[in-house]
């Protein structure tokens, strides 16, 4: 069964910092595309970030330059690290894995407000 286990989110001011984390178990992680997805209050779930077992990466247009997913195969981890961050950040963030099936962790909040 696989299991995904976020941490790292909070309440953060503007133009402040947060890394998100995700540790995978039961996959197969090196072979698995990760992602990062929110959904804020009333909006649909969008993708954030996404990364490749070879590494590619993906961003949203809304977080080109400010965010930065990164993935640890030794530690069946994957990170956002997202700088720069504005209020409308705001939302529940999810880890994603897919490997023919997809995923999902139980989410983390990340509020933005001074």
């Known amino acids: 069964q696989v299991q995904l286990v976020e941490s790292g989110g909070g309440l953060v001011q503007p133009g402040g910092s947060l890394r998100l984390s995700c540790v995978a178990s039961?996959?197969?992680?090196?072979?698995?595309?990760m992602g990062w997805y929110r959904q804020a209050p009333g909006k649909q779930r969008e993708l954030v970030a996404s990364?490749?077992?070879?590494?590619?990466?993906k961003y949203a247009d809304s977080v080109k330059g400010r965010f930065t997913i990164s993935r640890d195969n030794a530690q069946n981890t994957v990170y956002l690290q997202m700088n720069s961050l504005k209020p409308e950040d705001t939302a529940v963030y999810y880890c994603?894995?897919?490997?023919?099936?997809?995923?999902w962790g139980q989410g983390t909040q990340v509020t933005v407000s001074s």
């Open positions: 994603n894995s897919k490997l023919g099936q997809e995923y």
């Open positions: 039961g996959t197969l992680f090196g072979f698995v595309t």
């Open positions: 990364i490749t077992s070879a590494r590619r990466t």
